[in-house]
């Protein structure tokens, strides 16, 4: 009996597949078998990033895409559903914004904000959506955020106002939320499933290297602890495989119980 977790006959898309938490994401798919195609704008990051993944390096692919543009996307589906006959899945993993603090950020970083994290995010099911349809199957997921479900604890930034989340960026999260429900209400019909995963406290190594900073947000969570990119990889091997094929419209928060507070 094939395994409801393989995912052979798969070809995902995924978008900021060589970033932080992209990186595992992609591997683990990879590692149950899916043809992955990471669309993003830098050949070379993606060549670094993945530079020691032999083993999967024919199962992992770049594709040229910007987010931010309608006809990059649109071409990076074309070409990838001519190169290999069909789409499955698509990921919405990327996001880009501006400004930081909340009482002076400019207008043009607040709409450059809500465009990065939500609107590019519309952009490309809407492009995906005529594949599916056209198929008459296929799998969206989303990615949002903790603070697209509650607000930010500003005490821990008293001491770290350099890493104070943005009020676009959250506004943007908790749309992807609703644009998820909307959009699994809206395709249920034609057999597309849409969710969203909502990951908690997962810095970059980077900020890592503030312990302080990195204490004050592990103990703000059940567990302890931040998360690591290896404690997502696997809500997106699920939610890509057939064990997941009756669940649509869904919020997977994976944030070591920091919510449930």
């Known amino acids: 009996m094939k395994s409801l977790f393989d995912l052979s006959d798969k070809v995902i898309l995924i978008t900021g597949g060589y970033g932080h938490l992209g990186k595992s994401a992609v591997n683990m798919l990879a590692f149950h078998g899916a043809r992955v195609y990471v669309l993003g704008k830098d050949e070379a990051k993606f060549n670094s990033t993945f530079k020691e993944d032999l083993i999967l390096s024919e199962n992992i692919k770049f594709r040229h895409c910007d987010i931010s543009d309608?006809?990059?996307?649109?071409?990076?589906?074309?070409?990838?559903?001519?190169?290999?006959?069909?789409?499955?899945?698509?990921?919405?993993?990327?996001?880009?914004?501006?400004?930081?603090?909340?009482?002076?950020?400019?207008?043009?970083?607040?709409?450059?904000?809500?465009?990065?994290?939500?609107?590019?995010?519309?952009?490309?099911?809407?492009?995906?959506?005529?594949?599916?349809?056209e198929a008459g199957s296929g799998n969206i997921i989303n990615v949002s955020s903790m603070y697209g479900i509650v607000?930010?604890?500003?005490?821990?930034?008293?001491?770290?106002?350099?890493?104070?989340?943005?009020?676009?960026?959250?506004?943007?999260?908790?749309?992807?939320?609703?644009?998820?429900?909307?959009?699994?209400?809206?395709?249920?019909?034609?057999?597309?499933?849409?969710?969203?995963?909502?990951?908690?406290?997962?810095?970059?190594?980077?900020?890592?290297e503030n312990t302080g900073f990195i204490d004050e947000l592990s103990k703000r969570t059940c567990l302890n602890r931040i998360g690591t990119p290896q404690d997502l990889a696997g809500a997106f091997v699920f939610l890509a495989s057939d064990a997941a094929r009756f669940i649509t419209g869904q919020n997977l928060v994976i944030d070591g119980g920091w919510t449930v507070r």
């Open 151 to 208: 607000a930010p604890d500003f005490d821990i930034y008293n001491d770290y106002p350099a890493f104070i989340s943005q009020p676009n960026y959250g506004a943007a999260k908790a749309g992807v939320i609703q644009l998820t429900k909307y959009f699994a209400s809206y395709l249920g019909k034609k057999g597309i499933t849409v969710n969203v995963i909502s990951p908690g406290p997962f810095p970059t190594h980077s900020i890592q």
């Open 70 to 133: 309608t006809s990059s996307i649109a071409s990076s589906f074309e070409e990838i559903c001519k190169d290999v006959g069909r789409i499955d899945v698509l990921i919405n993993n990327a996001a880009y914004t501006k400004g930081k603090y909340p009482d002076n950020m400019l207008d043009e970083e607040w709409e450059i904000g809500l465009d990065g994290v939500l609107g590019s995010v519309y952009r490309c099911i809407r492009q995906i959506i005529p594949y599916f349809k």
